[in-house]
């Protein structure tokens, strides 16, 4: 079964809680900020990690004219090209037209850019050997742009919480093929099984269901999908 849900960031990854003593409480757990301003290319930029006492204020002072404002926030840096799945990041991209009357602060809510994928193999054991993997994910994060690039060459992995839950952040917003590799418990051979299940920003996709058949000449149990399109409600708001 999969079942979409809104995520609120209690994942199993605890971030570092930000110092900032005048923070909005919507940054709790996140560390590191992300700022552009462009037109065109990149004209000023600023990184904000959680121990700076201005965390979630952004200072600037722009010429009259036209910009693009990109702001991105996580829990941990955001790498470019990760090794393993990206953390839980929050965008925000905005037109900026600067004149006399701009006010002097601007405030922006910032969405979450990813989605959670989890899957749930309700009859694993500890002994059992399980791998599981999902294609055309995302390679890369354009911090800029605030925009995803490319598909990773290879399967990336998603990391076991416990002996039958599965889960990671997942960026792209599209389909995936989820490959569960195990050793079989009667022939003790190695087998796979594929899943498909859309990702989606800010919601939760459960995958629920069983590998093994309950008895030897038993049909192996299939895995159910359901989504819920309800969104979640953790805004998270950046001042500039």
Same mark, same amino acid.
């Given at each position: 079964m999969t079942e979409v849900t809104p995520i609120d960031g209690k994942n199993g990854r605890k971030a570092a809680a930000s110092s900032a003593t005048n923070k909005d409480a919507s940054l709790d757990g996140l560390t590191d900020l992300y700022y552009y301003v462009g037109n065109g290319t990149?004209?000023?930029?600023?990184?904000?990690?959680?121990?700076? !006492?201005? /965390?979630?204020? /952004?200072?600037?002072?722009?010429?009259?004219?036209? =910009?693009?404002?990109?702001?991105?926030?996580?829990?941990? !840096?955001?790498?470019?090209?990760?090794? @393993?799945? /990206?953390?839980?990041?929050? =965008?925000?991209?905005?037109?900026?037209?600067?004149?006399?009357?701009? !006010?002097?602060?601007?405030?922006?809510?910032?969405?979450?850019?990813? @989605?959670?994928?989890?899957?749930?193999?309700?009859?694993?054991?500890?002994?059992?050997?399980?791998?599981?993997?999902?294609? =055309?994910? =995302?390679?890369?994060?354009?911090?800029?742009?605030?925009?995803?690039? @490319?598909y990773r060459t290879t399967p990336m992995p998603i990391t076991a919480r416990s002996t039958t839950q599965f889960s990671e952040f997942i960026l792209t917003v599209s389909y995936l093929t989820i490959t569960i590799e195990y050793l079989d418990r009667v022939s003790h051979t190695f087998k796979s099984k594929n899943l498909s299940a859309k990702v989606e920003n800010n919601n939760k996709t459960t995958i629920t269901g069983k590998l093994y058949p309950d008895a030897p000449d038993s049909p192996q149990s299939q895995f159910n999908i359901k989504v819920d399109r309800t969104w979640g409600d953790s805004p998270t708001n950046i001042n500039f």
């Open positions: 990149v004209i000023k930029s600023g990184h904000q990690t959680s121990d700076s !006492p201005d /965390f979630g204020t /952004f200072r600037d002072s722009l010429l009259p004219g036209d =910009y693009y404002v990109y702001v991105s926030a996580a829990p941990q !840096p955001i790498p470019e090209h990760p090794v @393993g799945a /990206f953390p839980e990041i929050f =965008y925000k991209g905005t037109t900026l037209v600067v004149t006399a009357e701009t !006010p002097d602060t601007i405030s922006l809510v910032l969405a979450r850019r990813v @989605g959670l994928l989890e899957l749930n193999i309700t009859d694993a054991q500890p002994s059992d050997s399980i791998r599981v993997t999902c294609s =055309y994910e =995302y390679a890369s994060f354009d911090e800029y742009r605030i925009m995803p690039m @490319g």
